[in-house]
């Protein structure tokens, strides 16, 4: 399986798909019902989309080791219900990874609605939910950014008292990360 960056990478055709899981699946050993619940990760990683972030990878970690939330930008304001699950489940730490090169970061409200308008099937459907899109407002650094999330959910009433949640930066260019709270 060769390696491709999303810019040059074509969409994977579904028999593609399937074969590779026929592949995957000659060596999986499912983990359902108590076998699994009974053994939740404490640990969730709270990060962005992006196809170049490999969490797991990138700190070392098992696959089972934690549970992985994503959207785009890793943003907890969009990630309150997931959250609310894995906490459920016996989750009590938070790890919230955002990286450098963020599309989040470099997307205003204004493009992210142009685009929708030039593609869409609706162009005025977007006007609907152009609320939950967020603002044009000036760009946070990325210290700024992870901090505001980490206060949302130190400060959330939703997030049980005995939950840690810290915050990290990932250097897309370096493959480093660096903790920021």
């Known amino acids: 399986m060769s390696t491709t960056t999303y810019e040059t990478s ?7 798909l399937l ?20 053994h939740f990760p404490k640990t969730a990683i709270i990060t ?7 969490p797991q990878k990138q700190l070392g970690l098992a696959d089972s080791d934690t549970t992985i939330i994503r959207n785009g930008g890793g ?11 894995t906490q459920n489940f016996g989750t009590r730490h938070f790890v919230l990874i955002k990286h450098t090169d963020c599309g989040y970061f470099n997307t205003t409200k204004t493009e992210i609605i142009k685009g929708f308008k ?3 099937k609706d162009p005025n459907a977007i006007d609907a939910v152009a ?11 990325i210290d700024k950014f992870v901090l505001r999330d980490v206060e949302y959910l130190r400060e959330s009433p939703l997030i049980y008292p005995d939950t840690k949640v ?5 250097d897309d260019r370096t493959g480093k990360i660096r903790q920021v709270a």
């Not at 074969?19 to 009974?38: F, P, S």
């Not at 603002?135 to 946070?140: N, T, Y």
């Not at 810290?166 to 990932?170: K, L, P």
Request: charged share 30%; hydrophobic share 35%.
């Open 118 to 120: 030039a593609h869409a």
């Open 10 to 16: 074509p969409a994977i055709p579904s028999q593609e």
């Open 75 to 85: 943003s907890v304001h969009e990630l309150i219900r997931s959250i609310l699950i």
């Open 131 to 141: 609320d939950k899109i967020g603002d044009d407002s000036p760009k946070l650094s």
């Open 48 to 54: 962005c989309m992006d196809c170049r972030l490999h």
């Open 19 to 38: 074969d590779r899981n026929l592949k995957y699946a000659e060596n999986h050993k499912g983990k359902v019902g108590e076998e699994n619940w009974g």
């Open 166 to 170: 810290t915050g990290w930066a990932f």
